[in-house]
Structures are given as structure tokens and as C-alpha cells.
């Protein structure tokens, strides 16, 4: 007997584990635990340093190297998308919506502000608008507080330097 889909019934190749190609296909991308793990799977594969600096080398390798027809392509697509779908009034009211642009602002942080922990975003936003600081005057000002800096590994260095100091000179006064 044919084995068959056993979403839809349609046939199925011999190596198959019970459902068809576009079957199998639509049932990994509706379990969010399959969708989870593969997503998973691609951020490490895509995280690994190799990975990363050999994709720049190909892109900024292409991007020099682009043939004309190439680029004459690009920058027709780029017009067909403004024609057929971003003019579209529909489209332009979706990216016009209120929580569409707060998603697109917050997306926007935390490109800009990805050096910021989150929970200090609010400080760093205060520093500018309540004390004045220059952003980047804001981010030294908080640096020193963000695990990972320079900045915060001079002051770890200094608060040990000074606990010795003071401890040097406790015993000193102990001495006597
Ligand atoms: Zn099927």
C-alpha cells in the first residue's frame, strides 16, 4: 500500500516520516518549540566570529565588485517596492499607526543604545534632558556602572586599589 500525508493525504516519498514536503514544511513552522529550537540553531550558527567576519568579507567584497546590471537590478526593485506596495495608501497607514512607529522607535533604541543596559536607559535619558549632558558625556557618566567597559574595569581597579590602601593603613594604625 501507498503511504500517504497524513495532514492531507496527498502522497509521500519512501523516506519521508509521515508527511509531505509542504506538509512537513507548514507542521515544523506551526510548532513553536521546533520554530524555537531552529531559530535558536541559526542565531549560534550566525553568532560564531568565523561566520560573522567571513559574511562581512563577502558582502563588502560584492558590494565593491558590484556589476553595473547588477546595481541597474537593485535600484529597479527598489522602485517597483515604492510602486506596488510602499505608495500603497493602506501600507502607508500601517507604518503610519501609532504602535507600528513606537515598535520602530523602539527598535531604533536599541540599535543606538545597544552599548546601554536597559535598565539604565531611562538614567541616560535623564542625564541629557534633565542635566544637560551631551550624549556622549551621558554614556562616560554611566559607563563606569556597565559591566564590560573600560570604564567600569578602571573604577573595579580603583575601589580595589583604595580598599587596599585603606586596609595598609588600618594595620598601620593597629601596629602601634
Ligand atoms: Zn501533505
Redesign the pocket.
Known sequence: MDRV??????P?SRQSKG??????IAYMQSDPEIAERRRAAIKRHCAQPEVKSARALRLRNYLQNMPESDREKRREHGRRQYRDCLSRPDVVAKTLAPEVRRRAGRARTDTVLAWCPPELRETYRELIRRNGLSASDARAALEPSIPGTVAHAKLTIENFNLKQKLRVERQQREAY
Open positions: 500525508c497524513r495532514d492531507c493525504g496527498g509521500v508527511r509531505c514536503k509542504p506538509c512537513q
